[in-house]
């Protein structure tokens, strides 16, 4: 077992999925010869060749356009965005044909292609690279998407993601691509989309997130458990389906919720998270489940990013509140 | 009429100007002052001085993220200064020489790069769009500024800059074929400087020349050397009169090299050679200006040290004054996204600043 962080968990399990299926092929803007920017994609060309790994032209539409061209007619392509905020001029493609090509042709063509995107912020970037508007995505029938939070998960989610029938938007939390190292099996394994991860049992409240955040709502918690609070943990891990079951079950337990995102509050996966909860576990709840999310503004220039994404402790007020409602 | 001698199609280049400094082309030779001359080099000066610092800066921990100009002076600089008063810009992101020539202070550019949104700002009289990052999508804003131009008889122009990766989007095509249907005045610069981050120019188009789209949307195209300050001004101050003249839109293909990274974040040794770095600064736009206006008497060596000197201590200046402004205020996060603030925006802030001042930082 080696140690790793996330982005080498990336790399690896793009290198042996390549290696075990012919058909997977990477591309994307500066992902051959570079390796990308962030590098994960590096030595694929030297391995694999260009015509597995290759650099395109600068053409988001381009890219999945031609993807699902590529998957209709064979191939498994994995492609890559530099960064979630230029996925957008590809959104045509996404929407009006990646997620929808196996409904429409009534299952006669599939897109089985995997898009990857670094997203989030708190890396002090430049305009439009810290996006996380992941609930874009969820929202589009057809389409699932997938956030690891640690280097285990990303390289069986990754996996998983490449063998899915269905196309998958695979969104990477650029904040913690090197931030930590963890103990990851060489050998190939999948952990199945949608299905979420109790990260740490507790019976008090429930805490909910993916993706970066998921250090900033583990960090929340551990104040908490200074203050007696036990908080469940919930790495969502899948925002699209989403594990309903694990989350229901969590809140019938603990009568209270917190749910911690980085993207914008309005209409965010914490807003279907509450009512799905209303749903299925009205009468358990104890408190309103609340939410801490960045504002409803595009994420700030690094002079002003402080402020944007929820710290441990602005979760732990929201936790305290919760918990001491109505006692 | 240079567009009539220089054909897209016949892949030859636009120079007034030779490597040496010697004047080729004399009957090209844009009809200004010596003083306008001394100005453009400043202007040249100025920039190279200013992206020197910023490299600097960055180094040290004190800048943010940067994309250097180096190499591409005389494109900028030359595209930009014909432009007149009640004419609009439209960049992409690495214009700082163009955003000089068209009087935006260093200040507000290093502040957006700095990570301030106030860099974005631009006063009243200044007729520049800020920074657009996503690749190519500016053009097409280039083109609707032109169309309102012409559709309220404003007499104006509007130039657009973009790098050979823009070449390859929707949008650029969108924009250069809107443009030509209504025969807008736009002037298409694209500044070739034959990479997009690592991409060579050869993944974006196998089109012999990027001047050479232009026939397909029905506008003149030209290939001119970007590292010529007199052929870009000539190149773009005719592209500008037919476009006054209710001519329609133009694309100017600058073949130029970026010298140095392609932000402080890229690493150019990756995929590129020294020797080829090493041919291209032997073609420094500036270097070449400068023989130019030694050898006219125009400019010496000495004059030459005080120019450097006092654009270096410019530079200083302007990153001081960026260094002290400090973080980005609370309230301007939330203010400026729409007219008045959304009735969730307040909430959200109000309840930010609640939670701020219990913890003693409001
Ligand atoms: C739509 C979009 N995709 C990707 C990027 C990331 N990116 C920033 S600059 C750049 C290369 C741009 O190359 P070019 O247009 O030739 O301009 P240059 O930087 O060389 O001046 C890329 C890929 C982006 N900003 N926008």
Redesign the pocket.
Known sequence: MAVINLLQAVNQTLKQEMKRDKRVIVFG?DVGLEGGVFRATVDLQKEFGPDRCMDSP?S?SGIVGAGIGLAINGLIPVVEM??MG?SY?AFNQIISHMARMRNRSRGRYTVPMVIRMPYGGGIRALEHHSESTEALYAHIPGLKVVIPSTPYDAKGLLAAAIRDEDPVIFLEPKRIYRAFKQEVPDEEYILPIGKANIVKEGGDVTLISWGAMMRETLKAAELANEKGIHAEVIDLRTVAPIDQETVIESVKKTGRVVIVHEATKTLGIGAELISIINEKAFLYLEAPPARVTGFDMPFPLPRGEQHYIPSPDRILRKIEAVSNYLT | MIFEGYHPLDKTMFQVMDEEGNIIKPEYMPDISKEQMMEMYQLMIQTREADLKALMYQRQGRMLTYAPNIGQEAAQVGSAFPLKKEDWMVPAF?ELGAWLTRGAKLEMIYLYWYGNEFGSYMPEDLKILPVS???ASHLNHAAGIAWASKLQGKDEVTITY?????TS?GDFHEAMNWAGVYQVPVVFLC?N?Q???SVPRGIQTSSETIAQKALAYGMPGILVDGNDIFAMYAAVKEAFDRARRGEGPTLIEAFTY?IGA?TTSDDPKRYRSDEEVEKWKKKDPIDRMKKYLMSQGILTEEENEKIIEKAGKIAEEAFKYVEASGDTVLEDIFKYHYKEMTPQLTEQLAEYKAYLMERGEA
Not at chain 2, 162 to 166: I, K, Q, R, T, Y
Request: glycine share 8%; aromatic share 16%.
């Open positions: 803007e600068l988001e530099q960064f230029f001029p | 690495r990052v996503p690749i973009f790098g050979d990766g823009a989007q500044q400087n990479f997009a981050i970026r392609h």
